[in-house]
């Protein structure tokens, strides 16, 4: 049974910084991109970073220059770190995998979250 696992999260204040950690589970194979969601309070759901399998990264505009996400292959980990917090990033973050392979199997799976919380 794959399954994505958050740590990580927890209470910082504004201009502080946290790294989030990911763990993949479950006889894989490998993974195409690891990506970062985050969902406020009321809000949608929204990606935050992500990554490939061979290290080109996207973000979201309103972390660009802020946070960095990495991985590593060989433990099926991927990492969100964030700078610069600011309240408005206060969210559950959500570890994402996309194109998950097993043997027999080859699917997307999310992560149950970690909370961030930003105080001002």
């Known amino acids: 049974q794959v399954q994505l696992v958050e740590s990580g999260g927890g209470l910082v204040q504004a201009g502080g910084s946290l790294r989030v950690s990911c763990v993949a589970s479950?006889?894989?194979?490998?993974?195409?991109?690891m990506n970062w969601y985050r969902q406020a309070p009321g809000k949608q759901r929204e990606l935050v970073a992500g990554i490939s399998r061979g290290g080109d990264t996207k973000y979201a505009d309103s972390v660009k220059g802020r946070f960095t996400i990495s991985r590593d292959n060989a433990k099926n980990t991927v990492y969100l770190q964030m700078n610069s917090l600011k309240p408005e990033d206060t969210a559950v973050y959500y570890c994402h995998g996309d194109g998950v392979a097993t043997i027999n199997s080859l699917g997307n799976y999310w992560g149950q979250g970690t909370q961030v919380t930003v105080s001002s």
């Open positions: 479950g006889n894989i194979i490998s993974i195409n991109a």
